[in-house]
């Protein structure tokens, strides 16, 4: 009797441990992160834990939450995008000319240059798809094409020279602050990610997305196309890099070539720290905002402790490198207890 009783309860006490590395290999273990990373700083760095501070992070993080958001999609389906800061910079100038074209009235120019920047971004996501797929390339390789294609476009349209002048409707609505702390451009990426969210999460396109990075061959061998799957990612991933362009034109406002320079690794590493792993099949956009909140929490925090802006990228390159070997143990993990 005594004997069932200990092994009713080590079985018990298996289940919870088990319960508690499920949570910590998700989003939930990434969150938790954050949680402690948030109270290392209020206790040691100054300044760290007021509205000011979490305002100013809010505001950082807006361009690379949007970014980071269609980059999972990428990743999801084992690919990657390396063009979405050179996407990002050539729709900010695009959108920005059309906002300073004098023959439209400042609502015309602003809804004009929305449509622009985001149909600039979704074509060519949509190229670097369809070429990926049509000759079989690694997406490695065609982005890092179209990151120089969209630069150099970038600085024609430009005739290399930043774009100012921006609409006054627009400035207002890029400089607003909901309840003293929700800047209006986080606002907007919390829709991207809610978007994204619900896609993945409730629909039949979301499912597939999953699928195609778990096992591309089944998807095709139970009837459907991975092909159209990958051409819809990098599509959504190019139509996040024209949102993101209009997240910085409200931000800065102005439109520069040089733009974006470095912000796709940014948006990699805030999909990797957030879960989603690099083979594809598994993560979550939700893990992708928790990751570039991490990102800036750090990059914010180190700095309000007085370190040497040469050991920031030192300690969140650490991160980054980190958040890959669990990745790479997330999998047996997991496979272990689905044995157990």
Known sequence: MSGNIENKAEAKENTVWDKLIRISMKEAGVAIALVLILIFFSVTAPYFATPENFLKIFVQIAI?????????????????????????????????TIMVDPRFSPWQAIVLASLASMGT???????????????????????????????????????????????????????????DILPSIFLIAIVVVLIGWFVLRYTVFGRFVFAVGTNEEAVRLSGHEPKKIKIAVFTISGLTAGIAAMVYLLRLNVGSPVAGVGYELNAIAAVIIGGTSLSGGKGSI??????????????????????????K???????????????????????????R
């Open 313 to 339: 990228p030192i300690v969140i390159g650490a991160v980054i490198v980190l958040a890959v070997i669990l990745d790479s143990y997330r999998g047996r993990l997991m496979r272990m207890l689905e044995t």
């Open 121 to 179: 971004g979704a074509v060519l996501g949509a190229v670097n798809g369809w070429v990926c797929e049509k000759w079989k390339l690694p997406s490695f390789i065609v982005t890092l094409g179209m990151l120089n294609v969209a630069s150099g476009l970038a600085r024609v349209v430009s005739d290399n020279s930043t774009i100012t002048g921006l609409p006054q409707p627009f400035v207002d609505f890029g400089n607003l602050i909901f309840w």
């Open 286 to 311: 939700v893990g992708t905002l928790v990751g570039a909140c991490i990102l800036q929490v750090l990059s914010t925090g180190l700095q309000l402790l007085g370190a040497d802006d040469n050991i």
């Open 64 to 96: 690379n939450t949007v970014l980071a958001s269609g980059m999972t999609f990428v990743i999801l389906v084992g690919g990657i995008d390396l063009s979405v800061g050179s996407l990002l910079a050539l729709c900010t100038v695009i959108g920005a």
